[in-house]
Every structure is written in structure tokens, then in C-alpha cells.
């Protein structure tokens, strides 16, 4: 099915350890999200690509990279993960129209022990 | 700082009732509001998106007041599979992505 695929869907890492969270779109939109969800937080944006070749920080940026390989990938990267950065990650893209909406993929639930 | 205001609930309803929940926005610029769908450790869905002159899905009905800055969705004859959590959502039109409220909890009881 067309969407959005993110990978993995968990992860446990030590505190210090990095990691790539992958996210790939097969619906020819042209900007992608990272969100974080936490609970009683709400979904908060870490980075997003408004289009391919650009990348910029959104509410919730420290402690991540992002890189846009190409208008199908967006990838999120911890270079050293933290316990506070144990949260629930989805990725979204979304295509144009003011009365369209995103599309999420099925979330990574990451743990930093 | 752009918010999206919800109550969280739990709104605990009887199978067959009526609910409605309400949201507020501080950016009064907003140009495109939604309300997503988010079961228990599941993505957020599109549920339906609020036109100005208020839509109905079924047995959903939207309606903005960009005035007071509020959005409303109401659901008839309540089903269980109604359960879940409601995200109002709203966008600025750009492309920094949408801020979204923190939910607001439904449970439909048999």
C-alpha cells in the first residue's frame, strides 16, 4: 500500500549510542516531518523538508540531525541518545492544498537506557 | 508561540449517545484545521478536515469559528469503535508542519 514506512519500529540504545531512524514516502510529496510524541505532550516537530535539498529546525531540535536523500527519504539521527530523548518518533509527508493532511507512518518507539 | 487547546478528558459517553469536543487555537493567521484520529499506540489519521462553512462525514460534523478561534467536532450515534483520541490540528499554510493539540480521550461505553 502507498504511505509512508518508517523503520525501525523499536529500538532499545544506551545512553551515548547513535542511531538513524529511517522514513521513505512513495506518494510523491514533496515535504516531510519528524515528530515526537510524549505523553501528555502532545506530538511536537523536531525537523522538517519542505522540499528536496532543504531541511529546518522545528519546535524540539537539539539532540538530532536530519538529512533528505531524495524527495522519496527523510531520516532522523541521534548522534548520542539520552533518556530524554525516550519517545514515541513518527514521520509524516504531506503534498500541497490547504485541506489536505498528513500522512504519518506507523511510528518508532525508541527506548535510551 | 502557536497552541492548540483541548480538553483531555476522558469523556466517557453510553453506545448510541452524542459528543462533542472543542478546541481552541492562539494563531489567529491559520488557515487549515483538521481533526486526526490516534488509537492507543497507533499513528494519528486524518479524520476529516473543517472547512469554513462547517462539513459533515457520516455521522461527524466539523464546524470552525474563526472569530473566536475555535473548532468543533461532533459525533452521532456513537459507536465503540468511536474510542480513541481526538488531535484537533491546525496549520498556518506554510510549510513548517501543523501544531496539534494534546488530545482529547473518548470512550465509548457498551
Known amino acids: 500500500n502507498a504511505g509512508v514506512t518508517q523503520t525501525p519500529k523499536f529500538q532499545v540504545l544506551k545512553t551515548g549510542q547513535s542511531m538513524t531512524l529511517q522514513c521513505a514516502q512513495d506518494?510523491?510529496?514533496?515535504?516531510m516531518y519528524w515528530y515526537r510524541q510524549d505523553p501528555g505532550m502532545g506530538l511536537r516537530l523536531i525537523y522538517y523538508s519542505a522540499s528536496e535539498g532543504t531541511t529546518d529546525k522545528g519546535e524540539v531540535p537539539n539532540g538530532y540531525n536530519v538529512s533528505r536523500l531524495n524527495k522519496r527519504e527523510f531520516s532522523l539521527r541521534l548522534e548520542s541518545a539520552a533518556p530524554s530523548q525516550t519517545s514515541v518518533y513518527f514521520c509524516?509527508?504531506?503534498?500541497?492544498?490547504?485541506?489536505?493532511?498528513?500522512?504519518f507512518g506507523s511510528g518508532t518507539r525508541l527506548t535510551v537506557v | 508561540r502557536k497552541e492548540v487547546e483541548q480538553d483531555p478528558g476522558p469523556f466517557n459517553v453510553p453506545e448510541g449517545a452524542t459528543v462533542a469536543f472543542n478546541c481552541t487555537y492562539s494563531n489567529s493567521a491559520s488557515q487549515s484545521f483538521f481533526w486526526y484520529r490516534q488509537d492507543c499506540r497507533k499513528e494519528p489519521k486524518l479524520l476529516m478536515s473543517v472547512y469554513s462553512s462547517g462539513n459533515e462525514d457520516g455521522r461527524f460534523t466539523a464546524q470552525l469559528n474563526r472569530a473566536s478561534q475555535y473548532i468543533s467536532l461532533l459525533i452521532r450515534d456513537s459507536k465503540l469503535s468511536d474510542s480513541a483520541t481526538y488531535l484537533c490540528?491546525?496549520?498556518?499554510?506554510?510549510?513548517?508542519?501543523?501544531?496539534f493539540g494534546k488530545g482529547t480521550h473518548l470512550i465509548i461505553q457498551p
Open positions: 506518494m510523491n510529496h514533496n515535504s
Open positions: 490540528v491546525v496549520s498556518g499554510g506554510g510549510a513548517d508542519g501543523l501544531t
Open positions: 509524516a509527508s504531506f503534498w500541497s492544498g490547504l485541506y489536505d493532511g498528513y500522512t
